[in-house]
């Protein structure tokens, strides 16, 4: 019963700038304003802003942050927000965390939210590490008592031990976040919002970090909201993902279509490209490239280590006993990566009628390293090149958590590989 | 299952929202801000605390020699240092509230554009650390008041009303607290302001009292100059109860306590307004 209880709810929220009105911050502004109000004029600073809008045909000069959110958030669970920069996340947390208040709408919760400050904030640089840990405490609303209590481990966590004493105007900036960040996972709130803030910590920080948030929602039974532009990272920790678009949200379900759909947008590629169809002006020659990934859907963006899937038309006007296709791999850099050809990598000798006919072609794993790639066609008749199409088509490799780590290797490699690792002594 | 929210939050619409409750929670955080702006101030300088005993003398100091020395103010019976001492430490309690309290939402920008709590807890914090710094420098007097009064024998004596002394105090802090909170309101949008306060301040310092006593306007013919300004009552007050010299109206203490309440009131309001929405606006 417990695990399907909605702990927060938000219901049409909405959140609207006003241009023009707002940023005018003077007060001779204001009151030239007044007495143009007076004399019966119009808003002397209002104009600048219509008539800039009139080339967008819109003469609102309002502008909605975030328009009509709905979604809910159940106990244990944690949820990836993620968006492009400007798509409302950040006034989406800020209206969750009580900083600003909506324009219309409401949001609705059964526990005490809390956010995770970013580096430092709250932070006083003259006092010491465990002096800011009880002010950081009771910025976030504990009392006195609750963090006296957890003061050790939280210290502990940080791993600052050795500095607690020392101002933290003399800490490095990891180890301001290591505070911070300690201070907010030993807060026990219902609610955590966490803000990019993994970013600055090092490596050992990081996992100790995605581990504590991960036990805070499956132990704790507590619920977390995660915004980042770190899709491993997201993949690691998150159980939904919503993902923001111009102030709405375009996509709320698994973090596996979420991220997809994410870096497909993001990537302002449009479906077309995932098929290409060429100029004929050959009698024998590659007409269209189709791509589709492993729910047979048109695509250009493919997971590290799913599968890819090719349908290559061909257009033929003579009967052959040996037709052969490969597809060359290229990265980015122009450097070769694999070639996928049909002699080497099938049993199968394909022989065609005098019309036009397709190969299908899948490769299982593609083991690749996030980044575009290019294909290279060559078709060949009865042992002959015929065509070579340089570059006809490219697709694009997406971060995934393919260890299970929430981690992936980081320096422009292009291939990964499975593997086991074991330690004998 | 029947729903029910610990807390919803809505666009605002009510005039005065002050959630006691809540303040009340976060009591512990009013403490650690008191804490925080005391112990911090003076870090990493030679004399620490003992800055907070130097401003008074040292302005008291020249005060009484160009006001009372060179411009030869009378000061009743009482020695113009005293004078001078009683009306600076009062008045710098006024003025440190005030100054501060103006410059909440801009100086907290980061803090209050991060995280949630009652965001009045900040200049009340203000004002009770100032309290504090308040009481070390009314030490100070005390202690001058006793030296003066044991070796120089002036004839110096406290009103028997001396009881009543916190509860001015109290208005005083209301009145900074209520200004401090209004501008602060307004610094949001208008940065002018922050110049206004500064040099504001000095010159409200001339009329209010501290160094000039209310019987030298009455004599001038000027009185309307201060007639109007609740700090001006206060000082003299305050003078009153410590030195008991000075003239008090009936008048000046009804007008004080109810423009105190008022500002104070109005503060909360326009503070509350401005809470929710400042960070759009800064």
């Known amino acids: 019963m417990m695990e399907d209880d909605v702990i927060l709810k938000v219901e049409n929220l909405s959140k609207q700038y006003r241009l023009g009105l707002v940023g005018t911050g003077t007060i001779s502004h204001d009151l030239n304003r007044f007495l143009a109000r007076i004399r019966g004029k119009e808003d002397p600073y209002l104009k600048i802003g219509e008539s800039n809008d009139r080339s967008t045909k819109g003469t609102s000069e309002y502008v909605w942050a975030l328009k009509d959110i709905n979604f809910e958030v159940k106990r244990g669970e944690v949820l990836g ?45 003259e006092m010491t590490g465990k002096e800011n840990i009880f002010l950081n405490g009771a910025i976030l609303g504990m009392t006195k008592k609750e963090i006296a209590s957890k003061l050790d481990e939280i210290i502990e966590f940080s791993g600052c031990e050795r500095y607690v004493d020392t101002p933290v105007k003399r800490y490095s900036s990891g180890m301001k976040v290591r505070l911070a960040f300690a201070v907010a996972a030993f807060l026990e709130p219902d609610i955590l919002v966490v803000d990019e803030v993994l970013a600055v910590g090092d490596a050992e920080f990081q996992k100790k970090a ?18 980042s532009h770190d899709m491993v990272a997201v993949q690691s920790l998150c159980s939904r993902l919503i993902v923001l678009e111009n102030g709405g949200i375009s996509f709320d379900g698994s973090v596996v279509e979420g991220v997809d759909y994410y870096m497909y947008s993001s990537l302002e590629s449009d479906v077309n490209q995932s098929e290409t169809y060429f100029e004929i002006t050959k009698n024998r020659q590659v007409s269209y490239i189709k791509l589709k990934n492993s729910s047979s859907i048109a695509s250009t963006n493919f997971f590290m280590g799913n599968s890819i899937h090719f349908q290559i038309g061909i257009k033929n006007n003579k009967e052959s006993k040996d037709v052969r296709l490969a597809l060359l791999i290229y990265s980015s850099k122009g450097e070769k990566i694999a070639v996928v050809g049909s002699m080497e990598s099938s049993k199968n000798i394909f022989n065609v009628k005098n019309n036009d006919f397709s190969f299908n072609l899948e490769i299982m794993k593609l083991n690749l390293m996030p980044g575009r790639y290019f294909i290279t066609t060559l078709l060949a008749f009865d042992s002959k090149i015929i065509e070579k199409k340089e570059e006809c088509i490219s697709f694009i490799i997406i971060e995934k958590d393919v260890y299970g780590t929430g981690k992936i290797p980081k320096g422009n490699y292009i291939v990964f590989f499975n593997s086991k690792w074991d330690l004998k002594t | 299952m029947q ?100 410059d909440t939402f801009k100086k907290n920008e980061q803090i209050f554009g991060k995280v949630y709590f009652p965001r009045i807890i900040m200049p009340m914090s203000i004002v009770v650390s100032n309290l504090l710094k308040f009481g070390i420098q009314l030490l100070i007097f005390i202690a001058f008041y006793i030296y003066y009064s044991l070796y120089l024998s002036s004839s110096i004596q406290t009103s028997i009303y001396i009881f009543l002394f916190p509860i001015l105090v109290f208005s005083m802090g209301l009145l900074g607290l209520g200004l401090g909170m209004v501008i602060s309101s307004m610094v949001t949008k208008y940065r002018d302001l922050t110049f206004l306060v500064s040099f504001g301040i000095q010159l409200l310092m001339y009329i209010s009292l501290v160094v000039i006593p209310l019987s030298l306007f009455q004599e001038k013919g000027v009185e309307w100059l201060v007639m109007y300004n609740p700090m001006g009552y206060i000082i003299e007050m305050a003078r009153f109860l410590l030195l008991n010299e000075g003239n008090i109206s009936q008048f000046g203490i009804i007008y004080t306590g109810v423009s105190s309440i008022l500002i104070f009131l109005l503060g909360i309001v326009i503070f509350n307004k401005t809470e929710k929405t400042f960070i759009d606006t800064i």
């Open chain 2, 3 to 102: 729903q029910k929210w610990l807390f919803v939050i809505t666009p605002k619409t009510k005039l005065i929202d002050l959630n006691l409750k809540e303040v009340w929670q976060y009591r512990d955080l009013l403490m650690l801000f008191v804490k925080r702006d005391l112990v911090t101030l003076y870090k990493q300088t030679i004399l620490g605390p003992l800055w907070y005993l130097i401003q008074p003398l040292f302005t008291s100091v020249i005060f009484t020699l160009v006001f009372n020395n060179v411009a030869d103010i009378q000061t009743g019976g009482i020695p113009p240092f005293l004078f001078n001492l009683a009306g600076i430490t009062i008045w710098n309690y006024f003025k440190e509230c005030l100054t501060a309290t103006s």
């Open chain 1, 81 to 125: 927000i993620i968006g492009k920069n400007g798509a409302g996340k950040s006034t989406l947390l800020k209206i969750l965390s009580k900083v600003t208040g909506p324009s219309t709408g409401a949001i609705k919760s059964k526990g005490r939210i809390a956010s995770l400050l970013e580096v430092g904030t709250g932070f006083h640089p």
């Open chain 1, 210 to 227: 995605i581990g504590k948030m991960q036990d805070i929602s499956s132990q704790g039974g507590r619920t977390v909201l995660f915004v």
